[in-house]
């Protein structure tokens, strides 16, 4: 903390980071001339850390470390009011200590550390263009971001979600978690047992809470402005091959943001 903060001394914080808690192999960052100096910039290629530039006025690609400011703001600094840099440090240091080991924490956490460690589950509705509605269970790795699978059908039950997880792990390692939502397909008896029986573990989110599945939430965005609301379905088959070919290309082609633009299925083969 600091009455500004220049280069060479978000230097010598990221340094005394690294000291007690190891180096990472990348930082996101937003184009703040901290950020872009020579002087972090050479910094970065001495430790090997790879620094990760975000588009400029596109916050929401440093989702984490904006939500945690949000947080910050909230619990600490509108709270209190400052007499000096030491006192506003003292009180910094106390708020840190109780976020890391007191405050509950009820969102699922970060990004995991490998593919096909936790995956994400959501249901989307749309309509074909005789009014019939359908829906679509989304299937994301956290990881990886991959669309994992989607299930499309008129009605979709939990014996229906439980089968079709059963099949995904015919083509891929199952998960230690699944993400979902409190909805009845979800907290089914038919779920239950599928979860007794695979051995994955299913992480419910508070209800009213979608941020809490935040993964396949945005995921479920890109999927209804890229695909849902630039088709208009003549019928379930039609909806089932314009999604499938979405996916192929969500998964293959279209460079994610967040995977420093790489598409999906290219970031987890790298990372493998």
Not at 169 to 179: A, H, V, Y
Request: net charge positive; with cysteine.
């Amino acid at each position: 903390m600091d009455f500004s903060l220049p280069a060479p001394r978000v230097i010598r914080a990221l340094d005394q980071i690294i000291e007690w808690r190891g180096k990472p192999e990348a930082l996101r960052c937003d184009n703040g001339p901290e950020y872009i100096s020579q002087a972090l910039v050479a910094w970065a290629n001495q430790q090997r850390i790879t620094l990760m530039y975000i588009q400029p006025g596109k916050p929401t690609q440093n989702a984490y470390i904006e939500r945690f400011n949000r947080t910050v703001r909230h619990e600490w600094l509108d709270l209190h009011s400052f007499v000096s840099l030491d006192h506003a440090q003292n009180l910094a240091t106390q708020w840190l200590w109780q976020y890391n080991n007191e405050r509950p924490n009820t969102a699922i956490g970060g990004v995991p550390p490998r593919v096909n460690q936790r995956w994400s589950i959501d249901f989307v509705s749309d309509q074909l263009s005789s009014g019939r509605r359908f829906r679509v269970l989304n299937v994301v790795d956290d990881f990886s971001r991959e669309m994992v699978g989607q299930l499309v059908a008129v009605s979709i039950t939990g014996s229906q979600v439980a089968r079709f997880l059963s099949e995904l792990f015919e083509d891929r390692e199952k998960p230690q978690k699944i993400i979902c939502d409190n909805g009845t397909e979800c907290t089914s008896k038919a779920m239950f047992f599928w979860s007794q029986e695979s051995g994955v573990k299913l992480g419910f989110i508070q209800p009213g809470k979608p941020t809490q599945n935040a993964f396949v939430e945005s995921l479920n965005g890109k999927f209804r402005n890229e695909c849902l609301n630039r088709h208009w379905f003549r019928s379930l088959d039609d909806a089932k091959t314009e999604i499938m070919l979405w996916q192929n290309q969500y998964n293959n082609v279209r460079p994610h943001s967040s995977l420093n633009y790489l598409p999906p299925v290219a970031f987890a083969r790298q990372a493998a």
